[in-house]
């Protein structure tokens, strides 16, 4: 007996989002999931992943960077921080040391190895966002960054939600 759900070809449905299609961050998410789909795809090396590209990108760019700044940057909580930063360092991408001014915390720095590896997942991200970035041209892309420094900004400067009770 054949599997109705089976039968159907969900490429050739069109289906209703409901309310989530005007949620923000559910498109955002959809967006970010699918575009980190297709650029593990690209890497195609099971030991590196687009969180470790961009503490990579971050570390270049802010020699000394603390782990603190960094999770901040990221949006990651501390810990996963640090089995990202034990994961660069294993693979002879990224140094940790302790910081001159605060030893409780660490400055990081990037390795000559881990330049080298930056700059092929510098271009395969570059080559992932190609069809985003010609659909929108370079105006509908300058428009999307105001639009989401804008949206970065209201966000910091909003107040943090409370978590509600569960209702029983």
Known sequence: MPNDIDDVDASSRQLSMGVVETLIGFRFRRIQNEMSRRFKLLISRAEVNPGMFSALALIRANPGLSQ?????????????????????EASGWAK?????????????????????????????????????????????????????????????????????????
């Open 68 to 88: 603190t700044e960094l999770a901040a940057q990221i949006g990651m909580d501390r810990a996963t921080v640090v089995a990202l930063i034990d994961a660069l």
């Open 96 to 168: 940790r040391s302790r910081d001159a001014r605060d030893r409780r915390e660490h400055s990081l720095s990037i390795s000559p190895a881990g330049s080298r590896e930056l700059a092929r997942l510098e271009e395969l991200a570059l080559a992932n966002e190609a069809p985003v970035r010609a659909a929108l041209g370079p105006k509908g892309l300058a428009d999307l960054r105001r639009l989401l420094d804008r949206i970065d900004t209201a966000l910091a400067e909003a107040e943090e939600p409370q978590k509600r009770p569960s209702r029983k």
